[in-house]
C-alpha cells in the first residue's frame, strides 16, 4: 500500500530545522513517508516563525503559497506550528481559512495522531492543538541534522533572561535544562550516525544547568568533549551575562571542542543595555573576554548587536564602536531595532526614526566589517583542519573550519582537492577570496 507523504517546511529561525528533524522521525517512526515537495503529499507541516517582522511575513506569505496548492487540488491538509501560531494563537487561528490545524511548540508529538486524523477525515472544523509548556514534554528530544556531518543537539530550552524586547520566552517557555545522561545519550546516537561535529545549542547555554542545579555548561562541555574525542564540540549563543570563569579553561583542555565562542552582547551603552534588560556591564563583559582570550588566545568570536534601540543617541552609538574596535570580534550580526508585538522594549517611548536606526546600522556594519577583514588577515599563510561541506564539478571544494559555525560564518574555498564531503582534511589559508571567504590549498 502506498505511504501517506508527508511535506515539512521550516521559515525563517534554525531552531525550526530542529522541530523539523524531531517531527520528522516521530512520522517516519509511525509510518509517513516525507516528501520533498507539497504538490502530492496529503499534508503540508509549515514551521512558522514570529523572531522578527521579516521572519513572520515570510511565514505568512507561505502560507497564502502552500494554501493555493490546497485550492488547486494538489495538497489536501496545511498545518502551521512553531512560534507564529504560539505567539498569535488568536489572530492566526482566526484569520488563515487554509490552514486545518495549528499545533503549538510543546506538543508537536501530536503530530502523528493528528495526520492520522487527517488521513481518516475525522479533524472537522480546524484545530488548535497546544498550551502551556510542559516540563518534560518531548520538545527537547530532538536530533536534528543541518547536514550529515553538523548535528545540533539541544542541551536546553526556552530562557530565563528576561531581555526586554525578547519574545522567545514567551513563545518557547523559561529555561528548561536536560539532564546529562539524556544528552550524551542523543549524542551517541548522532555521532552513530555519522557526526563529526555536534552543536550545543539552547537559546542560552550559557544558562545551562540554572533550573536543576545539576551540573552546568563547563562542566558539561567538559564531559562531553572527553566522551566524543573524535568530534569537534561547538557551542552556541552564550549571553554574556551568564558566562562563566570556568570556560576558557574547559575550552582550551580539549583539542575537540571548537575554539569559537558566539557571545552576543546586543549593545556596548549601559544605559542601552540596562534598558535591554541585560545585567552586565561593558567593562564587565570585556573583562569576561580578556580571561576568556588568556585561556584561548586564538578563540574566535562571533557576537551580535541592536541599533536603533529606544532612547539611544549618537553617543551610545559611539559607545558601541568604541567597545567593537576594543574587542575586534571575528564576526557580528548588527540588526535595527524591530519591536516585537508584547514585550516591554515594544511599549517604550522615545523610539529612533527608521531612517536613523538604518543609518547606525550602515555605519556599525562597515566598522565590524573592517575589523573582520583584519581579524582573517591574521589567518594567512596558517594551517588549519577543514572539514569538508560541498565539492563543485570543477573540484573546488568548500568547507569550514573550527573556527566558523555552519551556515552563518566564513567558509574557505579549495582549489583541486580531492576531498569528498563530510572529509576532514588539513588546507594552508592562502588569502580571502570574498568577504568571509578565504581561498585556501590542500597540504
Ligand atoms: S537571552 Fe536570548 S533568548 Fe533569552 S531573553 Fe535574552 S535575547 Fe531572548
Not at 219 to 241: K, T
Request: charged content about 25%.
Amino acid at each position: 500500500m502506498e505511504r501517506v507523504r508527508v511535506y515539512l517546511h521550516p521559515v525563517g529561525c534554525p531552531k525550526a530545522n530542529v522541530d523539523l528533524e524531531k517531527v520528522s522521525r516521530g512520522l517516519k517512526d509511525k509510518g509517513f513517508e516525507i516528501a520533498d515537495l507539497p504538490t502530492g503529499a496529503l499534508v503540508a507541516v509549515l514551521f512558522g516563525c514570529a523572531f522578527i517582522d521579516d521572519a513572520k511575513r515570510e511565514s505568512i506569505d507561505t502560507i497564502l503559497e502552500i494554501g493555493e496548492l490546497k485550492r488547486e487540488g494538489d495538497l489536501k491538509y496545511l498545518v502551521v506550528t512553531g512560534c507564529l501560531p504560539e505567539k498569535y494563537t488568536e489572530s492566526v487561528t482566526q484569520s488563515l481559512p487554509e490552514v486545518d490545524a495549528f499545533i503549538g511548540n510543546s506538543y508537536l508529538d501530536s503530530l502523528p495522531a493528528l495526520v492520522s486524523d487527517l488521513c481518516r477525515g475525522e479533524l472537522g472544523k480546524k484545530q488548535w492543538v497546544g498550551g502551556p509548556f510542559e516540563w518534560g514534554r518531548s520538545e527537547l528530544r530532538s536530533v536534528p541534522r543541518s547536514s550529515p556531518w553538523t548535528r545540533t543537539v539541544m542541551i536546553s530550552d526556552g530562557c530565563d533572561n528576561g531581555c526586554t524586547y525578547c519574545s522567545i520566552p514567551h513563545m518557547r517557555g523559561g529555561l528548561r535544562s536536560r539532564e546529562v545522561p539524556e544528552i550524551i545519550s542523543e549524542i551517541d546516537l548522532v555521532v552513530g550516525q555519522g557526526a563529526k561535529e555536534v552543536v550545543l545549542a539552547g537559546q542560552d547555554t550559557a544558562s545551562y544547568g540554572k533550573d536543576t542545579g545539576q551540573s552546568d555548561l563547563p562542566r558539561l562541555l567538559a564531559e562531553v568533549a572527553a566522551r566524543f574525542p573524535s568530534q569537534w564540540i561547538r557551542l552556541s549563543y552564550i549571553n554574556p551575562d551568564n558566562m562563566d570563569t570556568g570556560l576558557g579553561p574547559v575550552i582550551a583542555c580539549y583539542s575537540n571542542v571548537c575554539n569559537y565562542v558566539d557571545l552576543p552582547i546586543q549593545h556596548a551603552s549601559p544605559k542601552i543595555l540596562a534598558a535591554m534588560g541585560r545585567r552586565s556591564d561593558p567593562d564587565w563583559v570585556a573583562s569576561r573576554i580578556d580571561a576568556l582570550r588568556e585561556a584561548v588566545p586564538d578563540v574566535a568570536l562571533r557576537t551580535s548587536v541592536i541599533v536603533g534601540f529606544p532612547g539611544e543617541k549618537e553617543t551610545d552609538v559611539d559607545l558601541l564602536l568604541d567597545f567593537l574596535r576594543r574587542i575586534e570580534f571575528d564576526l557580528a550580526g548588527v540588526f535595527a531595532f524591530s519591536p516585537q508585538e508584547g514585550t516591554p522594549a515594544a511599549a517604550l517611548k522615545s523610539r529612533v526614526p527608521g531612517d536613523t536606526a538604518q543609518d547606525r546600522l550602515v555605519e556599525v556594519t562597515g566598522v565590524q566589517e573592517e575589523i573582520a577583514r583584519k581579524r582573517m588577515e591574521a589567518f594567512i599563510g596558517r594551517d588549519l583542519d577543514v572539514l569538508i561541506e560541498e565539492v563543485a564539478d570543477t573540484g573546488e571544494a568548500t568547507g569550514r573550519s573550527q573556527y566558523d559555525m555552519a551556515e552563518i560564518d566564513r567558509v574557505i574555498r579549495i582549489s583541486d582537492c580531492t576531498a569528498r564531503p563530510g572529509d576532514m582534511i588539513t588546507a594552508k589559508i592562502d588569502g580571502i577570496s570574498a568577504p568571509y571567504e578565504w581561498a585556501a590549498t590542500c597540504k
